[in-house]
């Protein structure tokens, strides 16, 4: 029988596949990950509600952050190709403590989304095709959600490549989708032939402060899930070719097409549909797209329907793949249980951490889904929480690993140094906003207070608080995580190494190439 941490042809450690996808897959798998067509559905009414007309500019305004953020992603990666991204990193960088928090708020963003996703699409297959009954059965509709999340994990153990065929195919169909029903609606805005009470697009629309404060932090949060997802291209580096230089840039790259495209939709829905429309149909998330399409473009809007269905159902396989590899890297590196390190020998991909994060999603959508048909909304909201937090812990990291280069040149200041620590300024700026705005039950999508305040905090705090627990009690344990100590860019790459954790022997020595600096460019 062949040893699980061996693979057939070296009898060394197995490890995941090298080089199984290239710099366009990772592109791809990253603007997958974000679920554009499903995003833009289930946020555009919240979005109009809280800030009107200014919905483009507070999109342009949350995209600031996210490309501050994927800045640090990419000089990070230059040095440490590690499928763990936030928790490798700010490990190195803060040490164990920060970097096991980081780790799980990783993890946990993926378990709390994926049941979401695949319930709309699952439900906009079916609206597809003209099944409305089947697509608003509650039993129905939790059955084939949880079948869904099992085969996309399925394709996800399969392998790497065959992901990423997938997401070509399916990320191309969305994207132009959506750009063509931009099109089409805003010639009909342009031509006075829409269906609904049109308004023309003007500049003042991406000044997203053009219509006061109110609002401003809740439409940002949502903003900031709406990008939310790109550094799944940087989750697959130890997969990816070129890996000290592609994932990052995919993670760059996809950062400016989403702002292209959310842009656009936005500024059509916006200007089709008119900002008094979407307010009033705020509460119906996700089918406001539904009734736009029908009306939009006749016999076509099975185009738009499909495109959300292919959204939900790309990202609901993508965004496993951050929670699995954040998983394996912390396995490996012993701050989890070691079974969460296993890699299939044949498929060269983490099956044990896939299939966890898989069960525990589908447990989740189904208990959340059976106490509150609300619930899972307000899930949303909590997720902006944890990605903020663990985003803004990734810039800070940066400017702390890499601080004694920040003065060695301008374009180090600026883009390792103050431009990551201003996303993450930004973003924490967020996250106190937005914790105090949700204290108040009133302000959540769910109105009923969850222990006095409202459920995305309970939901948020909830998720941390958990995570402290857990991390507490495997510092007592296992103790060897904790021995790593923080470093610069400049000092040796030393970690634990656990790959002989249970067969008799723990030793410690440097995992990769001997130094920090190996393989990285030079900024």
Excluded at 32 to 48: C, E, F, N, Q, R
Excluded at 104 to 129: F, H, K
Excluded at 249 to 274: D, E, H, R
Aim: contains cysteine; aromatic residues 12%; proline residues 5%.
């Amino acid at each position: 029988m062949t040893d699980h941490r061996t693979t057939p042809a070296t009898g060394g450690p197995a490890k995941l596949k090298p080089n199984a996808i290239g710099f366009f897959d990772a592109l791809v798998i990253g603007l997958a990950s974000t679920s554009p067509a499903y995003t833009i559905a289930a946020i555009i009414g919240g979005l109009v509600l809280y800030t009107g007309v200014h919905a483009p500019g507070i999109m342009l305004a949350s995209f600031i952050p996210m490309l501050l953020i994927a800045s640090a992603f990419y000089y990070l990666n230059t040095v440490d190709q590690d499928c763990g991204t936030t928790f490798s990193w700010v490990t190195r960088a803060m040490g164990p403590w920060f970097g096991w928090i980081g780790g799980w708020a990783i993890a946990m963003t993926g378990v709390l989304i994926v049941g979401s996703l695949a319930e709309v699409g699952v439900r906009y297959s079916l609206l597809t095709v003209g099944l409305e009954d089947l697509a608003y059965d509650p039993v129905a509709i939790r059955v084939l959600t949880v079948l869904l999340i099992i085969v996309m994990t399925a394709i996800c153990v399969w392998g790497t490549e065959i992901s990423a065929r997938l997401q070509n195919v399916l990320i191309v169909f969305q994207i132009v989708s959506l750009l063509v029903f931009a099109v089409v609606a805003l010639t009909q805005v342009f031509s006075n032939t829409s269906a609904f009470d049109s308004i023309t697009p003007s500049w003042e629309w991406l000044n997203p402060f053009g219509g006061g404060w109110e609002g401003v932090t809740a439409g940002l949060l949502l903003g900031v899930f709406a990008y939310w997802g790109w550094e799944s291209a940087v989750n697959l580096t130890e997969e990816t070719t070129n890996s000290s230089q592609s994932p990052g840039k995919a993670a760059i790259w996809s950062t400016i097409v989403l702002l292209v495209t959310y842009l656009s939709v936005t500024i059509a829905v916006v200007a089709l549909a008119g900002d008094a429309f979407l307010a009033e149909t705020a509460d119906e998330e996700d089918a406001i797209f539904q009734v736009l399409a029908a009306d939009t473009m006749g016999p076509c809007a099975w185009v738009v329907m499909l495109s959300v269905a292919t959204s939900a159902i790309a990202s609901t396989q993508t965004t496993i793949i951050p929670a699995s590899r954040t998983g394996l890297s912390m396995a490996r590196r012993g701050a989890l249980p070691k079974m969460f390190g296993h890699i299939h020998p044949r498929f060269r991909t983490p099956d044990v951490s896939t299939w966890w994060v898989a069960g525990i999603a589908s447990a989740y959508y189904l208990v959340v889904g059976l106490l509150s048909e609300t619930a899972l909304w307000d899930t949303l909201t909590a997720l902006g929480l944890l990605i903020a937090f663990y985003y803004a812990l990734t810039g800070i990291a940066c400017a702390i690993y890499f601080r004694k280069r920040l003065t060695k040149s301008v374009k180090s200041f600026v883009l390792i140094g103050v431009g990551p620590v201003l996303g993450s300024l930004l973003l924490i700026w967020l996250l106190i906003s937005a914790i105090i705005d949700y204290g108040n039950p009133e302000n959540a999508y769910t109105e009923t207070p969850w222990f006095g305040v409202g459920p995305p905090l309970v939901i948020g705090i909830g998720i941390f608080a958990t995570g402290v627990v857990l991390m507490i009690i495997w510092y007592f344990r296992d103790r060897r995580y904790w021995e790593e100590r923080p470093s610069t860019a400049e000092q040796p790459i030393v970690r634990i190494d656990t790959t002989s954790v249970g067969t008799g022997s723990a030793g410690r020595g440097a995992v990769g190439s001997g130094t920090a600096g190996s393989g990285e460019a030079k900024p």
